[in-house]
C-alpha cells in the first residue's frame, strides 16, 4: 500500500478528498505508547505543518521538567492516513519531537533515535539502507480483571477459546471446540474462532497503509498475528503503532479486548515480536553470500555477534518489562541461547528458509511487542554495527538441534551464553555497557531510561508477593 501523499500541497490534496475535519498529530513516549492531540482541520496552516505545533513536554513521563516543557511536535506529512475508527473524517500524522532549546530533534524522541541511527549507519559508510520485519503477535481476549492491593493481588482473564472454559455455562450453550494448550497452530472454524475478527483487522491495515500478506491462529489458546510486509526502520516502527492501534481497536469494538503483553497465560506460549534485519548499500543486500551456511555473509554474522556480545543492554530495550522475562522460557517458541541456526526456532536468531540474495536475513526471535518499535530496531541495528565495526565478536554457532531439549547443566558445559533472566539484569547490563548506544544516544537520555524503567516496573514488581509465593512458601 505504502503512502498516500509524498508532500503539503498532496496532503492538501488528500484532505480535500477526504472531507477531513479533524487532524490527529500522533507521538510515541519512550515506553512506546502512542500520544495524541486533535485540531480541527481549518486551524492547521501549513507553517505548523513545516514548523511545528507546541506542546507541553513536561507531561510526558520521563520527558522535560516544568521549567523547560515548551516544545514542538515535527509532523511528518509523508505518514499521512485516515484513521478508520473516528465518528468524523480525521487525517493522523505521525510526529517527531524538536527540542527548541537544542534547536534539534529530540534526544528522548524515540522516533528522532531512529532517524539518527540511520543517519549513523550512514555516515559511518557500512549500507544506506536497513530492511526490519517485525512479526507482532497478540492474544484476544472476552474479558480481563486485574487488582493490586497491599493485602491481595489478582488477575483473570476470560476467552471461549480457553480450555478452562470446557464447562463454562453459555446462554447458548458451550459448543465445545476448543484449541487446547499449545494446540491453536493453523486450525480451521470452529476451532479457530477469531477468524472474522483477524480479516476485518487486516482489511483496515490496509485501509491505513500497510501491506497485508496473511493472518492465523498462532499456537496459544486465543492467540492470533497478521503478517505485514517488511520496511525501512522507520517505517517498519511507524506500522508496528499502527498494527498496534488498529487490532486493539477492532478487538474493542467487537466487544473484545486485544493484548500484546508477552506472557499473559501460564503454561502456554507467549507473544513475541519476532524481528527480521538486513543491510543494504548501493542496491546489494550486506547479508548475503552464496555457499557460505544459510548463505550469511561474514558482515551479517559480525552483525549478529554484535547483538549477541550487548544482549544484556539490548534486552534493555527489546524486552522492556518484567513479563518479558516469563516469556524467555525454554519450550515456548521464545529461545533465550544466543546461537544461531537455519531454520531452527530454537535459537535466538533463525536464518529463514530459502532465502535468495533479495530475501536473505536474520530473524531475533527473543524481542516482543512491549518494546518502543523505534528503540527496539535502534538498538539492534546499533549493537550490529558495532559488531561490524570491529570485525566480528567470538559468537556459539551455528547450532541446529533442538536447544530446548539441553538442560541447564548441559548449556553451562558448551559454555553457550543465554539472554538475560530478568528485566533487572538487562537494565543492569545496559548500565555497565553502553558505549556501542552513544553514537546515537546520548547519556542522559540511557541514565533517564534505565532510572524511569527500574523505578516504573522493576522495584515495584520485585517488591510484592505473588499468588505462587504463597503456595510455596506460607506454610513453612
Same mark, same amino acid.
Given at each position: 500500500?505504502?503512502?498516500?501523499?509524498?508532500?503539503?500541497?498532496?496532503?492538501?490534496?488528500?484532505?480535500?478528498?477526504?472531507?477531513?475535519?479533524?487532524?490527529?498529530?500522533?507521538?510515541?513516549?519512550?515506553?512506546?505508547?502512542?500520544?495524541?492531540?486533535?485540531?480541527?482541520?481549518?486551524?492547521?496552516?501549513?507553517?505548523?505543518?513545516?514548523?511545528?505545533?507546541?506542546?507541553?513536554?513536561?507531561?510526558?513521563?520521563?520527558?522535560?521538567?516544568?521549567?523547560?516543557?515548551?516544545?514542538?511536535?515535527?509532523?511528518?506529512v509523508e505518514t499521512a492516513f485516515m484513521d478508520p475508527f473516528t465518528a468524523d473524517s480525521t487525517v493522523i500524522l505521525i510526529c517527531d519531537v524538536y527540542d527548541i532549546y537544542e534547536n534539534e530533534l529530540y534526544a528522548k524522541c524515540p522516533r528522532s533515535i531512529a532517524k539518527k541511527t540511520l543517519k549513523y549507519m550512514e555516515e559511518v559508510g557500512i549500507g544506506d539502507d536497513a530492511y526490519f520485519g517485525p512479526e507482532n503477535e497478540f492474544f484476544i481476549f472476552d474479558d480481563v480483571k486485574f487488582s493490586d492491593k497491599i493485602n491481595s493481588a489478582s488477575y483473570s482473564v476470560e476467552s471461549e477459546e480457553g480450555g478452562w472454559s470446557s464447562d463454562t455455562e453459555y446462554e447458548f450453550g458451550n459448543m465445545g471446540h476448543r484449541p487446547g494448550t499449545k494446540g491453536g497452530y493453523f486450525p480451521t472454524m470452529p476451532t479457530d474462532s477469531m477468524v472474522d475478527l483477524r480479516a476485518e483487522m487486516m482489511l483496515l491495515l490496509e485501509e491505513?497503509?500497510?501491506?497485508?500478506?496473511?493472518?492465523?491462529?498462532?499456537?496459544?489458546?486465543?492467540?492470533?498475528?497478521?503478517?505485514?510486509?517488511?520496511?525501512?526502520?522507520?517505517?517498519?516502527?511507524?506500522?508496528?503503532?499502527?498494527?498496534?492501534?488498529? $487490532?486493539? !481497536?477492532? #478487538?474493542? @469494538?467487537? %466487544?473484545?479486548?486485544?493484548?500484546?503483553? /508477552?506472557?499473559?497465560?501460564?503454561? &502456554?506460549?507467549?507473544?513475541?515480536?519476532?524481528?527480521?534485519?538486513?543491510?543494504?548499500?548501493?542496491?546489494?543486500?550486506?547479508?548475503?553470500?552464496?555457499?557460505?551456511?544459510?548463505?550469511?555473509?561474514?558482515?551479517?554474522?559480525?552483525?549478529?555477534?554484535?547483538?549477541?556480545?550487548?544482549?544484556?543492554?539490548?534486552?534493555?530495550?527489546?524486552?522492556?518489562?518484567?513479563?518479558?522475562?516469563?516469556?524467555?522460557?525454554?519450550?515456548?517458541?521464545?529461545?533465550?541461547?544466543?546461537?544461531?541456526?537455519?531454520?531452527?526456532?530454537?535459537?535466538?536468531?533463525?536464518?529463514?528458509?530459502?532465502?535468495?540474495?533479495?530475501?536473505?536475513?536474520?530473524?531475533?526471535?527473543?524481542?516482543?511487542?512491549?518494546?518502543?518499535?523505534?528503540?527496539?530496531?535502534? $538498538?539492534? !541495528?546499533? #549493537?550490529? @554495527?558495532? %559488531?561490524?565495526?570491529?570485525?566480528?565478536? /567470538?559468537?556459539?554457532?551455528?547450532? &541446529?538441534?533442538?536447544?530446548?531439549?539441553?538442560?541447564?547443566?548441559?548449556?553451562?558445559?558448551?559454555?553457550?551464553?543465554?539472554?538475560?533472566?530478568?528485566?533487572?539484569?538487562?537494565?543492569?547490563?545496559?548500565?555497565?555497557?553502553?558505549?556501542?548506544?552513544?553514537?546515537?544516544?546520548?547519556?542522559?537520555?540511557?541514565?533517564?531510561?534505565?532510572?524511569?524503567?527500574?523505578?516504573?516496573?522493576?522495584?515495584?514488581?520485585?517488591?510484592?508477593?505473588?499468588?505462587?509465593?504463597?503456595?510455596?512458601?506460607?506454610?513453612?
Amino acid at each position: 500500500m505504502g503512502k498516500f501523499v509524498n508532500n503539503i500541497a498532496e496532503y492538501r490534496k488528500f484532505c480535500e478528498e477526504n472531507e477531513v475535519e479533524f487532524v490527529d498529530f500522533r507521538f510515541t513516549d519512550i515506553k512506546g505508547a502512542w500520544h495524541h492531540i486533535s485540531y480541527r482541520a481549518s486551524a492547521v496552516e501549513d507553517s505548523m505543518l513545516e514548523n511545528g505545533i507546541p506542546f507541553d513536554g513536561s507531561s510526558i513521563e520521563a520527558w522535560q521538567p516544568i521549567n523547560f516543557s515548551d516544545m514542538l511536535l515535527k509532523p511528518d506529512v509523508e505518514t499521512a492516513f485516515m484513521d478508520p475508527f473516528t465518528a468524523d473524517s480525521t487525517v493522523i500524522l505521525i510526529c517527531d519531537v524538536y527540542d527548541i532549546y537544542e534547536n534539534e530533534l529530540y534526544a528522548k524522541c524515540p522516533r528522532s533515535i531512529a532517524k539518527k541511527t540511520l543517519k549513523y549507519m550512514e555516515e559511518v559508510g557500512i549500507g544506506d539502507d536497513a530492511y526490519f520485519g517485525p512479526e507482532n503477535e497478540f492474544f484476544i481476549f472476552d474479558d480481563v480483571k486485574f487488582s493490586d492491593k497491599i493485602n491481595s493481588a489478582s488477575y483473570s482473564v476470560e476467552s471461549e477459546e480457553g480450555g478452562w472454559s470446557s464447562d463454562t455455562e453459555y446462554e447458548f450453550g458451550n459448543m465445545g471446540h476448543r484449541p487446547g494448550t499449545k494446540g491453536g497452530y493453523f486450525p480451521t472454524m470452529p476451532t479457530d474462532s477469531m477468524v472474522d475478527l483477524r480479516a476485518e483487522m487486516m482489511l483496515l491495515l490496509e485501509e491505513v497503509g500497510l501491506t497485508v500478506m496473511l493472518g492465523h491462529h498462532e499456537v496459544a489458546q486465543a492467540q492470533g498475528e497478521i503478517g505485514i510486509k517488511f520496511g525501512g526502520l522507520i517505517e517498519a516502527a511507524d506500522n508496528v503503532q499502527k498494527y498496534k492501534y488498529v $487490532v486493539k !481497536m477492532v #478487538a474493542h @469494538l467487537n %466487544g473484545k479486548t486485544a493484548t500484546f503483553m /508477552p506472557k499473559p497465560l501460564y503454561g &502456554d506460549n507467549g507473544n513475541g515480536m519476532h524481528v527480521h534485519q538486513s543491510i543494504w548499500k548501493d542496491g546489494k543486500n550486506l547479508f548475503y553470500k552464496e555457499g557460505e551456511y544459510a548463505n550469511l555473509s561474514k558482515t551479517a554474522l559480525d552483525y549478529l555477534s554484535g547483538i549477541f556480545k550487548h544482549s544484556d543492554a539490548v534486552a534493555a530495550f527489546t524486552n522492556p518489562s518484567t513479563n518479558s522475562y516469563k516469556r524467555l522460557l525454554p519450550g515456548y517458541e521464545a529461545p533465550s541461547i544466543l546461537t544461531y541456526s537455519s531454520q531452527n526456532r530454537s535459537a535466538a536468531c533463525r536464518i529463514p528458509y530459502g532465502a535468495g540474495e533479495m530475501a536473505t536475513r536474520i530473524e531475533t526471535r527473543f524481542p516482543d511487542s512491549t518494546a518502543c518499535p523505534y528503540l527496539c530496531f535502534s $538498538v539492534l !541495528m546499533l #549493537a550490529g @554495527l558495532d %559488531g561490524i565495526k570491529n570485525g566480528g565478536y /567470538p559468537m556459539v554457532g551455528p547450532m &541446529d538441534v533442538d536447544l530446548f531439549e539441553l538442560s541447564l547443566d548441559e548449556i553451562r558445559e558448551k559454555n553457550i551464553p543465554q539472554m538475560p533472566h530478568t528485566f533487572r539484569e538487562a537494565l543492569e547490563g545496559l548500565i555497565s555497557d553502553h558505549d556501542f548506544l552513544l553514537p546515537v544516544m546520548t547519556k542522559d537520555f540511557i541514565e533517564t531510561y534505565q532510572h524511569y524503567q527500574f523505578e516504573r516496573q522493576v522495584i515495584p514488581d520485585e517488591g510484592r508477593p505473588t499468588a505462587f509465593e504463597f503456595i510455596s512458601t506460607y506454610s513453612c
